[in-house]
């Protein structure tokens, strides 16, 4: 374990009491952040997000497998986040940490309850056939913030994938087909407009024309996370603050300015005040963040 | 060579032949030849070949002044982290103060920042460190960074000079350790102006003339040192 | 192995558009991570590989130690999403196995006499793979360990050369691999041709053993070249800054 030195503490909080952060930054600035999307050629989808000397690297895989017994028609999401040893010298390998672990269910979250994948477009044959998505992070350099790169790294490569159809078609038979083909018309017809946007325009015919065609989505909302460090609210912790901090919060915003998802972490504790200071925050840095995000996959 | 920058080398670089030549730092030898084993600047003094490393982790030599961070108190030493492969031990009797059993986090404890002096490498390379002379002791305040251990020579400069111009410009109290750490302590700007300075040198630490590039940049920005 | 998939065709043009001879396009990186002592991106073909170095740090837990020397650790492993069909993230047997070849080459080269119970851990990501996989990670192993500032005799290298439709041919292709004859993946100290690591699955006659064993230090010549000028790019421009 690296160990942060006293001094180092010290001289971060008497920063924070000057209204300073050990990097020049304001209390709620982020450091810099780049996204590159289809990164990965393997990958249905792919980006791979730096904040500051943080990178993550988040890959999208599809593959066609049975639904939940209880979610018959819905597809299946599933995210994984490896710290692997490249990333950190206290990273080790083997099975995933709790650290991991939590940070994979809170992209999940966020993806997931706030049903950014529209799953239910993603059913192939009810009860017998759906797609699947694997969400994969690789941390490459963690220089703190894992979890909005992350997250931002899994909505960019969602965002830029393509459901791999031609690649599966041998797999689905004559009434998956009928059924496939049939959901596609439904869902990928808009209404007044005739072009079938996956490509084809003879599909009802001939399913061997559909193309790949981009993962049903909705707009999705960004997370934004600061840490307390004594009476301090920093955003965008880098490694120093992240390492010394008492309490973590990540608060996800809509492009609505609704709050659709929180996390707290750590041992501290966080005052009602505090809390409004992070969702002011979270909202502000959240629009900016869409906005890079945006563009980043040419909209 | 030329006169703007210096010969970058890399491992298994041909450097020379003996005994026109000697190895020196950084070399090897292989059927009279002289190799570079590791990535850094060529360096040739009275026939012998050195290579001043670009990278890598601080080497330890005995007599080296550090800046060691505690991982770990036990009863009757301390484990000391000087960012050399090797975690350094602190015998109790290396400090300038009476300990009594068992107590020696009270005086140094986890994450407790001292300035010490290498004191012996044995070939295992086990390393101890002291605390016993003049101008070791904790550090308190101020701030740490790390650096390339190999820029130690040019943050310190000739004769001091570069170290000199930094402190007298920026009015920060620094002490620089062998093993890539520096202790400043001054106002929040000049321990900002302290820390673009070591970046600067690191960024350009294979050329020539740099001190004097130093003064200049320091000038800037610089208006009420008199 | 076989098949009816041509391959290459009368005229040594392959399927990609390359002669016999030649490599896959190839880009290297040096430092490009911020926390680790070392690292290196590299691009081969449609290979994506990233390696760190970190080190040397005294080697936990204690019992892995050796008391005169370092212990070399590579880990290779492949992303979840860098193939076709997803991989189940964490070790397999496989990436253990080429992991323990690629720290055995690697400790040839490394002065670990220097650094008694040390260790020495390189880690390797595959990020997209396409064939070849295990001689881009150890290629950019070797520029990682020099941008990390490891004493080494040499900066090794690997390349394949393999037979595909009769013929003997350099750095197989994903095509290639799945359906070509034989593959045989080589690293070695391009100062003194000393082999590091050598692997060969297939069907070869000793000729075409010979042929093909010395295609392949030829092509780690080029991409020793490649991975020099990487390294020179990323120390020399240091220098080249303050020029005017």
Partial sequence: MTIVPIIKRDYITKLGEQGKRIDGRSFDQYRNIEIETNVVNKAEGSARVKIGNTQVLCGIKMDIGEPFPDTPITGVMSTAAEFIPLASPDFESGPPREDAIELARVVDRGVRESQVIQLEKLCITPGEKVWLVFIDIHILDYDGNLFDAASLAALAALLTTKVPVSRFLKELNENDRNSWQQKLLDLYTIPGVDEVPFGASDTKNNLQAINDFPLPMIEPPISCTAVKINDFVFFDPCFDEEVIADARLTVATDHKGDIRAMQKGLSGSFTRDEIQKVIKGALDNGQEIRKTLNQSIGK | MSNEGRQVVIPGQILGETPALRPGRGTFVENKKILAERLGVLNIQDNFVHIIPLRGRYDPMVGDFVIGVVEEASTSNWMVDINAPYPALLHVHEVPWEIEFADTEKYLNTGDTILAKVLSIDESKKLQITLNDRNLFKLKGGHLIEFEPSVYRRIMGKKYSMIEIIQKYTRCRIKVGKNGRIWIDGDAEGIEKVLSAISMIEREAITFGLTDRMEEFLKKDAKDVR | ?244
């Fill in chain 3, 1 to 244: 192995m076989k098949s009816d998939i041509e391959l290459i065709n009368s005229e040594g043009r392959r399927n990609d558009g390359r002669g016999p001879h030649d490599l896959r396009k190839i880009k290297i990186e040096a430092g490009v991570l911020h926390r680790a002592d070392g690292s290196c991106s590299l691009e081969w073909g449609g290979n994506k590989v990233l390696a760190a170095v970190y080190g040397p740090r005294e080697a936990v837990p204690r019992h892995v130690q050796n008391p005169l020397r370092a212990i070399v650790q590579a880990r290779y492993n492949m992303a979840a999403f860098s193939v076709e069909d997803r991989k189940r993230p964490g070790p397999d047997r496989r990436s253990v196995e080429i992991s323990k070849v690629i720290s055995e080459a690697l400790e040839k080269v490394i002065l670990i006499e220097q650094f008694p119970r040390a260790s020495i851990d390189v880690n390797i990501e595959v990020l997209d793979a396409e064939a070849g996989t295990r001689c881009a990670g150890l290629t950019a192993a070797g520029v990682a360990l020099v941008d990390a500032g490891i004493p080494m005799r040499d900066i090794p290298v690997a390349c394949a050369a393999g037979k595909i439709g009769g013929k003997v041919v350099l750095d197989l292709g994903k095509e290639e691999d799945n359906f070509g004859d034989a593959d045989l993946p080589i690293a070695i100290s391009p100062r003194t041709g000393e082999v590091l690591l050598l692997q060969m699955d297939g069907h070869l006659t000793v000729d075409e053993f010979n042929e093909a064993f010395d295609l392949a230090v030829k092509g780690c010549q080029t991409v020793s070249e490649i991975q020099k000028k990487a390294i020179m790019q990323k120390y020399q421009s240091a220098a080249a800054e303050v020029q005017e």
